[in-house]
């Protein structure tokens, strides 16, 4: 086999675990990182093998510093929104976090990670209260229990509010808002409703209706998909 080939798998590895646009590794150091793993090289086979994965699509990016891995901007909201969803969660232990905050890294990378704790730290710094936490971390709940949700939601037209029961399936982050993607209850297809103005959330003991029976999806709800739809992009 080929080095730069060898090498392509440990590289895109060490790339996206370690480096973003602002932490970058050079040639040299690659090198090192693959010798610590126990592959010998050379630094025209870190060349060869960064453009391979350039071609296959992979968001390797070359500059005159280093080399990094160049997350797209969806990418690091949703790993922000996950990383906020396990900080807001009371049910976790501090173990259990750092555990999910381990997965994160071997899933997104340890960089990554580090950045989404820091949106994090600023965003509660930022917040007047943890009313938004909260919200996430009922909504959260009752997904992860597969049961229904209730809440009260302002009503624009009016000035007042209204009492909604639905069935939750995801929370996502999207133009700096975080959305929570339901079913209302009595109705045939999915909403949206933006969290934050959101308030009396509540986990009920009733179990949600399956995905499938509201929506396209079959064996996987895909949230981000959903999100599209719902906006209409």
């Known amino acids: 086999m080929p080095k730069n080939s060898q090498a392509m798998l440990p590289l895109l590895d ?7 646009a602002e932490h970058r590794l050079s040639a040299p150091a690659l090198l090192q990182r ?15 093998a960064a453009d391979l994965l350039q071609k ?25 929104a996950l990383a906020a969803a396990v900080q807001a969660a009371g049910f976790l232990s501090d173990a259990r976090k750092l555990a999910l905050f381990q997965a994160l890294g071997a899933r997104w990378g340890a960089r990554a990670v580090e950045n989404a704790l820091f949106r994090c730290a600023l965003t509660a710094s930022s917040a ?16 992860a229990a597969g049961r229904q949700l209730t809440f009260l939601a302002p009503l624009p037209e009016s000035g007042g509010t209204a ?11 999207a133009g700096g808002s975080y959305w929570l993607i339901c079913n209302v209850e009595g109705e045939p297809a999915l909403s949206r409703f933006p969290l934050a103005p959101l308030s009396a959330l509540r986990e009920e003991p009733q179990p949600r209706r399956h995905f499938s029976e509201v929506s396209p999806y079959k ?14 992009a």
């Open 128 to 143: 007047a209260d943890d009313t938004l936490f909260v919200a996430m971390q009922t909504a959260g709940g009752a997904i």
């Open 14 to 20: 060490i790339l996206r675990t370690e480096t973003d």
């Open 34 to 48: 693959l010798a610590g793993r126990g592959i010998r090289t050379e630094r025209r086979s870190i060349y060869r």
């Open 163 to 173: 009492h909604f029961r639905v069935n939750p399936y995801a929370v996502c982050l």
């Open 219 to 232: 064996t996987h709800f895909d949230a981000e998909d959903a999100l599209l739809r719902l906006s209409g």
């Open 56 to 80: 296959q699509g992979q968001p390797v990016e070359k500059t005159t510093t280093g080399y990094y891995y160049a997350r797209a901007a969806a990418d690091e909201d949703d790993l922000f």
